[in-house]
Each structure stands twice: as structure tokens, then as C-alpha cells.
């Protein structure tokens, strides 16, 4: 079993072959996934692409001619935040692929989930933009006391940013293991 | 890695022989079989005519085109293109409607097929019928050729929606799904986005065919360029007006497929991403 298999059983997208899924909350959080395929909607602007994430909190007839004017502020800053907004009217199929990828995380952001579900989230960003990007995450998820799961590759990166780290043997499940970071000194 | 070159000689060896009959060298070489087995039947009148004579004879009717009558066959033709604009748009809204049924991922079985016949009917009755049928009912004016084209592309266009609705990538409506938006929101933020550019290309094409149609629709009375077409190809020594009429069509046709063309590779192009860094 992989990272994507088990994000996508977190999300309850799949359910476990053995074992069950427990909440140890009242009512399961809200929460997003930073799909690794992306999911864009291809012929729609970056703009629109964001604002999507905010669907779950309007009504269809609300949003059938369009965004609030908050959600719309709300998703230019996000835009500016990620070094996208001088790209907010164009399709997301014209923009490369780091882009898309900022964007994707754009949009989940933007959804204000209390457990966001990230899988590779920073695969195809350069160092600074991975860095930038993770940090972000982080940090918003923190200030509104969220949690974040993410699979990551870089162990620079898992030590830099994890509170608790779970390493997956892809052979033996058996030797999974958690861990505490300790920080490259 | 590591492979020489008689080792790929070798891997080719092996391909087995029937390998290459595959379904299309299968199909291409049935339809080749019953085109060369058709031939026999096909027949001229028996009586020996001098067919370059007759064409050579003919055609030079058509030279020159006369000019005198350009005024009138211009007006036909902005009545042609009217009509094509008013049928078509009235045929997208209903296509829209109707490949809503005929789409697998979207409509239940019970509707799926009996759309799907519908279709099927619409598009066996050719443009010309239709417009017969139209002249009929309403008259002989280009309200005809609008009710006649705007069934005709319905039996076209909806087929064309439903299968850009079947194909489009659905990842995007389910990830949206999965951050809390509702089914109609998905739809409209989700699928149509992904779909929309399709549709579109596919409505420009309409747009053009309507064009083409509505030319030779005139010629069972349904309004446009087509009526003058029947009354010089009736009348006596009126080839070269026409030459003349052919011509203006001409004109229309190649620029519309010009920029038809040029149009739908552009948003192609843009939709399956153009960026240049992009990997």
C-alpha cells in the first residue's frame, strides 16, 4: 500500500481492505486533498479555478452568476500570495506545470479546511517555491488550529516541517514506523 | 539500455506474421474488396456520348460569369447566412437540452436510448427533406429553411454534446465534490469548463455546415441563395449567372472554412495547454 491509497482512505475516498478508520472527534473535520493529478478544470480562468474551493460554503443559485465579492478578494490574495495573480484570467491548461500545481493548493486553501490532505503537494516546485509553499501550508493550517497530512520524498523537507513523520515501507507494511523530527542543526 | 542492434533485428522477427491485421488493415481491406466488387454494377446509359464534348459544351456556358446580376445574388446570400445564424443558435439551445439525455454519464437508461433513436431519425432525413417537409407546412419562405436546418443540426449537434460530455475529464467535477460543492455546482464549475471549448468548436463547425446547407436549401423554396440557383439552372442561358451565384458561394464557403479552421485549432491548442515551459 502507498501514500496515495492511504490519503485517499483518510479522505474516505476508498475504504480499508483490513482494519477500520476512526475519528477520535465528534464530527468528522472538514477537509480538502491536494490531489497529485491536480483535478483543474482545465478551460476555466486560474480566478475561477480558486474560487471553486469555496463552492461548499454558497449556494448553487449564489454562485450560478458567479463569486460573492469576498470569496473573489479572498482569491486574488491567495493568487498574489503563490505568484499567480498577473495570471488570474488566463485558462489553467496554459499555465506549467509548478503553476498548476500552486494553483491546486490555491484552490484547497481556499475551501478552509480543518484537515487538508496533501499528496506531493510541492513534486514539481522548484526549492524556493516548495519551501515557500510548505511554509504557507503550515502556518495556515496552524493559525486555525488544523491539522495537515502530506507526503513528502525530501527528507530535508520532512525533518523541516513535520511535526510527526510516518515512513512507509511500500514491501512491508509491518515496518511502518512514526517518528518524531529531529532538526538538522 | 545495453540493446545492440541485431537484438532489436531479432525482437522484429518475432513479431508474428497476422500481427499487422489488425482492425484497421482488416476493415480498409473489406472496404477495398466490396468498392473493386462494385464496379461492375455501375453503369453509364449504354448509348456512346461524347462525354468531354458534352462537359467542354456545358461549361463553357458558365464563362464569363455575369456580373450584372452581383447586387441580387448578394442579398441572397445575406439571407442565407441569416438563416444559418437563427437555425443554428435555436439548435444549440436545443442539442443542449437533448445530449443532456443522450449522455451515458449523465442521463438514466430509460431515457438514454429512446434520445439516442430520436437522434438517429433526426439525422437519417437529409437537409434537403427537411426542408421539403418545412415548405410544406409553413410555406415557401425562410422560415422553411430556420425550422428545416435547425432539425437537421439538432440530429448533429446533440450527438456531438453528448459525446463531448461522455468524454471529458471528470476529475475535476469529483475534486470539486470532495471540497463540499453540490452536484449542479460541480457541473458548472467542474465539467462544463472542460467541456465548453468543445462545444463550442463543434457549434462553429455546425455554424459553417448551416452555411453550406442553407445554399441548396433555396432550391425546394426554403428561402436563400438556393431559389436563384433554381431559377438560372431553369431558364434558358442564364449558365453564366449561375457561374456567377456559385461563385459568391464559393467565396463565403472557402472564408468560413478558413477561419473556422483557424479558429477551432486556436482553442485546441489552448486547451490542451500551449505554455511553453510547460512539462
Known amino acids: 500500500m502507498g501514500k496515495t491509497s492511504l490519503l485517499r482512505i483518510i479522505s474516505r475516498e476508498l475504504s480499508p481492505t483490513e482494519g477500520e478508520l476512526s475519528c477520535p472527534l465528534e464530527k468528522p473535520p472538514f477537509q480538502a486533498m491536494i490531489f497529485q493529478d491536480l483535478q483543474l478544470a482545465e478551460g476555466a480562468s486560474t480566478l475561477t479555478n480558486v474560487l471553486s474551493g469555496s463552492l461548499g460554503r454558497h449556494s448553487s443559485v449564489k454562485t450560478f452568476f458567479g463569486f460573492p465579492q469576498i470569496e473573489k478578494k479572498q482569491g486574488l490574495a491567495l493568487l498574489q500570495q503563490f505568484g499567480l495573480e498577473r495570471k488570474s484570467s488566463q485558462w489553467a491548461s496554459t499555465l506549467s506545470r509548478g503553476e498548476r500545481q500552486r494553483l491546486a493548493i490555491c484552490r484547497s486553501l481556499l475551501s478552509r479546511p480543518t484537515l487538508l490532505l496533501a499528496d506531493e503537494p510541492v513534486a514539481s516546485l522548484d526549492s524556493q517555491w516548495a519551501e515557500k509553499t510548505l511554509t504557507t501550508l503550515h502556518d495556515s493550517q496552524l493559525k486555525k488550529g488544523g491539522s495537515i497530512v502530506c507526503s513528502l520524498h525530501d527528507e530535508l523537507q520532512v525533518q523541516q516541517f513535520s511535526n510527526y513523520i510516518l515512513r512507509l515501507n511500500p514491501s512491508d507494511p509491518s515496518a511502518w514506523s512514526w517518528e518524531e523530527p529531529n532538526p538538522i542543526s | ?279
Not at chain 2, 19 to 40: C, M, Y
Open chain 2, 1 to 279: 539500455m545495453g540493446r545492440t542492434q541485431s537484438d532489436l533485428l531479432d525482437m522484429e522477427s518475432k513479431v508474428p506474421w497476422h500481427s499487422r491485421f489488425d482492425l484497421l488493415g482488416i476493415t480498409f481491406l473489406i472496404f477495398l474488396g466490396s468498392a473493386l466488387g462494385a464496379l461492375p454494377s455501375i453503369e453509364g446509359s449504354g448509348r456512346d456520348l461524347n462525354y468531354l464534348g458534352n462537359l467542354s459544351r456545358f461549361l463553357s456556358q458558365f464563362f464569363p460569369p455575369d456580373w450584372s446580376i452581383l447586387d441580387r445574388t448578394l442579398s441572397g446570400l445575406v439571407e442565407t447566412v441569416q438563416i444559418a445564424l437563427v437555425s443554428t443558435l435555436l439548435a444549440i439551445l436545443l442539442s443542449f437540452i437533448i445530449s443532456l439525455g443522450a449522455s451515458r454519464n449523465v442521463a438514466p437508461l430509460w431515457l438514454l436510448w429512446p434520445t439516442r433513436m430520436l437522434l438517429n431519425m433526426i439525422r437519417t432525413i437529409p437537409s434537403l427533406l427537411w426542408a421539403l417537409i418545412a415548405v410544406v407546412i409553413v410555406g415557401s419562405n425562410s422560415l422553411a429553411g430556420v425550422i428545416a436546418l435547425t432539425f437537421y443540426s439538432v440530429g448533429y449537434l446533440a450527438k456531438f454534446f453528448s459525446e463531448t460530455f461522455e468524454s471529458t475529464d471528470l476529475s475535476a467535477q469529483s475534486a470539486l465534490k470532495s471540497l463540499g460543492a453540490g452536484p449542479l455546482q460541480a457541473f458548472q464549475y467542474g465539467l462544463w469548463p472542460n467541456a465548453r471549448p468543445i462545444i463550442w468548436s463543434h457549434c462553429l463547425w455546425m455554424l459553417e455546415y448551416n452555411i453550406r446547407s442553407a445554399s441548396i436549401i433555396g432550391y425546394v423554396g426554403a428561402g436563400g441563395i438556393g431559389l436563384h440557383l433554381k431559377l438560372y439552372a431553369e431558364s434558358a442561358e442564364s449558365w453564366n449567372k449561375f457561374s456567377l451565384v456559385l461563385l459568391c458561394i464559393l467565396v463565403v464557403v472557402t472564408v468560413l472554412d478558413f477561419t473556422g479552421e483557424k479558429i477551432r485549432y486556436a482553442i485546441r491548442q489552448k486547451l490542451e495547454g500551449s505554455a511553453p515551459n510547460k512539462s
